[in-house]
């Protein structure tokens, strides 16, 4: 737990590890099967334990009513003087636009006044280029100011565009003078804007029409079959998310110039980015191409795989949304966090769910949480050390395997009566699963007709003290006992050798 968490703010003493032990391991019938159940977030919610260490609480000083209530006063009043400096704003530009346009306005009107030749001077002056440079700012300064009137109304304006003026367009140019035939082409670049911009109207409409008609098919076949209907919206996303994860898995190898895929695309960006064919750049002895050598190179190609993967992902990720729009809508089994942005969401990692589980969300913020510890793989993790100690790192055998080591010391008919009676003490064989366990595990390596027997102590926690005070007692066992003197010669570590012992080497 240490190396879970390396910066959790206490330290968990050795008998608080063995109190989890107890309280929350235990044996797995099938370790891997255990394991793979952790992969789905419901399971691992079962098999999630959150121990909670002490922690004081910050103290949160708590205002008063009164202090409140200034408080939001004094954002009130702040956001009243935003609204009045907007406002003035808003009316100061207001004001600067009608001005201007009655200037230019005035401007116009005197062109009737004076000489032509004078009064474009005054055009000129003004800072337009001719007459029609100044009808266009007055009619844009109008609708500038129409809508500025129309916002401080509250007014909702629906702005649609005019067609062009196109007197000039069907008139000969050899009918019109220069600055004739320049209005021309520009009213012929008007229409043609206006032409485009009423194409792609006419165009969006036509697609809404098919939207429409879409969704009106696929409502209808949810009503006629909507378990059919939910599983083919369901494929359809799916199929969605693996080309998501496909471009993703792509990018990461283009991302690295050594990959196959790298050199493949760099070679077909060299072959388009050639002005001669390949033939004839062998004939002139250049067979290799050094396109790609360079690093700028390969911030084009970086440039272009943007460019190409762009368009593409918008409009897979936009088609995603609108198929989990619908499952959220109509599928009572797809949750929010099923999404594929939650999915893909780092909090919703099996390293992430591992230390911070699923619930409650992880706050970085919140003080109890950083006082808590997720218990879960290791609750059938550390028993399973037992039967599988290489996990940990050690080059042992396991108990079954230990188990069978001992029995195969023994003679056929022994062998029988030992696998009658494998007895089970100690604190640590009261953890749940651990007779199943051993039994299933020596079933699988010895023959079916082979009978086997595990029993637990009735009090696995002191039984072997009894069994040893039950010796110590039995003054016909002194022969058995450490004398002062054979202590003092072979330490506290020794045990006289005896039929309930192990032999102890000198």
Request: glycine share 2%; hydrophobic share 30%; aromatic share 6%.
């Amino acid at each position: 737990m240490q190396l879970k968490y390396p910066t959790f703010p206490t330290k968990m003493t050795n008998s608080q590890a063995e109190e989890l032990v107890h309280q929350h391991a235990f044996v797995s019938p099938d370790y891997q099967a255990t394991l793979k159940k952790l992969e789905t977030r419901t399971r691992f919610a079962e098999m999630d334990r959150i121990i909670q260490f002490p922690f004081t609480a910050p103290v949160i000083e708590e205002k008063s009513v009164e202090e409140l209530e200034r408080q939001a006063a004094k954002r009130e009043e702040n956001s009243r003087r935003l609204r009045e400096a907007a406002a003035k704003s808003r009316l100061d530009k207001l004001v600067a636009r009608e001005q201007q346009m009655e200037a230019f306005t005035n401007l116009k009107n005197a062109k009737g006044t004076i000489k032509k030749v004078d009064w474009l001077a005054q055009v000129k002056e003004a800072g337009f280029k001719d007459e029609a440079d100044l009808d266009d700012t007055i009619k844009q300064l109008d609708k500038a100011i129409q809508r500025a009137r129309n916002k401080e109304l509250g007014i909702e304006e629906v702005e649609e565009k005019e067609a062009p003026i196109t007197t000039l367009v069907d008139i000969p140019d050899e009918h019109l003078d220069e600055m004739e035939k320049k209005e021309k082409r520009k009213q012929k670049l008007m229409k043609a804007n206006y032409d485009a911009r009423q194409r792609a109207k006419k165009a969006k409409e036509e697609a809404r029409l098919r939207d429409e008609e879409a969704a009106r098919i696929e409502e209808q076949k949810r009503r006629e079959n909507p378990a059919e209907w939910v599983a083919e919206i369901k494929q359809k996303r799916q199929d969605v998310v693996d080309r998501l994860k496909q471009r993703k898995r792509l990018a990461s190898e283009l991302a690295d110039r050594r990959s196959r895929a790298s050199q493949l695309r760099m070679k077909s960006i060299a072959n388009l980015a050639s002005d001669d064919p390949k033939s004839k750049r062998r004939r002139k002895g250049n067979d290799e191409d050094t396109f790609g050598q360079d690093d700028d190179d390969w911030a084009i190609y970086r440039e272009i795989s943007r460019d190409d993967e762009s368009d593409d992902e918008e409009e897979d990720m936009s088609e995603l949304n609108q198929y989990e729009s619908l499952l959220l809508q109509y599928d009572p089994d797809f949750l929010p966090e099923h999404s594929y942005e939650n999915m893909s969401s780092p909090t919703n990692t099996l390293l992430h769910l591992l230390s911070r589980g699923v619930y409650p969300p992880y706050d970085p913020t919140d003080m109890e949480q950083s006082y808590q510890l997720h218990v879960n793989v290791e609750r059938s993790r550390v028993p399973e050390v037992l039967f599988q100690p290489s996990i940990i790192g050690l080059d042992q055998a396991g108990l079954v395997e230990t188990v069978n080591d001992i029995v195969k010391t023994f003679d056929i008919n022994q062998r029988e009566s030992l696998m009658k009676n494998i007895f089970l003490t100690g604190g640590f064989s009261q953890l749940p699963g651990l007779s199943e366990r051993l039994y299933s595990s020596l079933k699988t390596i010895y023959p079916v007709d082979t009978k086997i027997k595990v029993k637990r102590a009735r009090d696995p926690v002191l039984d072997a003290w009894r069994g040893a005070a039950m010796f110590a007692q039995d003054q016909t066992k002194t022969q058995y006992f450490v004398s002062k003197q054979e202590y003092e010669e072979y330490g506290s570590d020794y045990i006289k050798e005896h039929g309930l012992g192990n032999i102890i080497q000198k």
